[in-house]
């Protein structure tokens, strides 16, 4: 969590599910509490993820979960667009 101790201009966040110390569940809650303003993008190996009412609250809705292995780069790009309204 200490990547966003400040927001330095941060206004999207890709987040696995599985990190060292916490979950990307967790992660993005945490940070979700600190900067209200931020998006998110989670990459999962699990197929069926569904974000739950938490994650939801954060405006990640399963639009915005990818699975892995995310094989084009712009899938990426096309739903960056549309989270930050580019």
């Not at 979950?23 to 940070?31: L, M, Q, R």
């Not at 915005?64 to 699975?67: D, E, G, R």
């Given at each position: 969590m200490d990547i966003l101790s400040e927001k330095n201009d941060?206004?999207?966040?890709?987040?696995?599910?599985?990190?060292?110390g916490m979950?990307?569940?967790?992660?993005?809650?945490?940070?979700h509490?600190?900067?209200?303003?931020?998006?998110?993008i989670i990459q999962t190996?699990?197929?069926d993820y569904v974000p739950d009412q938490r994650l939801q609250d954060a405006g990640v809705t399963s639009e915005?979960?990818?699975?892995k292995p995310v094989?084009?780069?712009?899938?990426?790009?096309d739903l960056i667009e549309k989270l930050l309204g580019s």
């Open positions: 941060i206004d999207l966040v890709i987040a696995d599910l599985r990190m060292p979950s990307g569940d967790e992660f993005i809650i945490k940070a509490e600190k900067f209200p303003d931020l998006k998110y190996g699990t197929i915005y979960v990818l699975a094989l084009r780069l712009h899938t990426y790009v």
